[in-house]
């Protein structure tokens, strides 16, 4: 079992930056696959960022455009450096796990409850 529990969420001005942060704990095997999602109101969930394992892979959904990055830590907890936010990027941000490289279908086997993130013009 994989246990996934965001924080770092708030409210900026855009071209401000947040960092996100997901603190895992369990199977370390059951979370070699971990990423970024987010949803904003009426809209798909979307991918944001992936990563596997100590970032010898990463991915990043086309909208990105080198504004974020994906990290994670010595214990495999998970990060997302948001830099030059913009309205656009404003939605419930939620942390993802997975055994399997799940990012091109979005269907990780565990999540966190979110964190909202809100960027005003």
């Known amino acids: 079992q994989v246990q996934l529990v965001e924080s770092g969420g708030g409210s900026v001005q855009a071209g401000g930056s947040l960092r996100l942060s997901c603190v895992a704990s369990?199977?370390?095997?059951?979370?070699?696959?971990m990423a970024w999602f987010r949803q904003a109101p009426g809209k798909e969930r979307e991918g944001v960022a992936g990563?596997?394992?100590?970032?010898?892979?990463t991915y990043y959904g086309d909208f990105v455009k080198g504004r974020f990055t994906i990290s994670q830590d010595n214990d495999k907890n998970l990060y997302l450096q948001m830099n030059s936010l913009e309205p656009e990027d404003t939605a419930t941000y939620y942390c993802?796990?997975?055994?399997?490289?799940?990012?091109?279908?979005?269907?990780?086997?565990?999540w966190g409850q979110g964190t909202q993130v809100t960027v005003s013009s």
């Open positions: 369990g199977s370390p095997y059951m979370r070699q696959y």
């Open positions: 990563i596997y394992r100590d970032a010898l892979a």
């Open positions: 993802a796990a997975d055994p399997a490289n799940r990012w091109y279908t979005g269907s990780y086997t565990y």
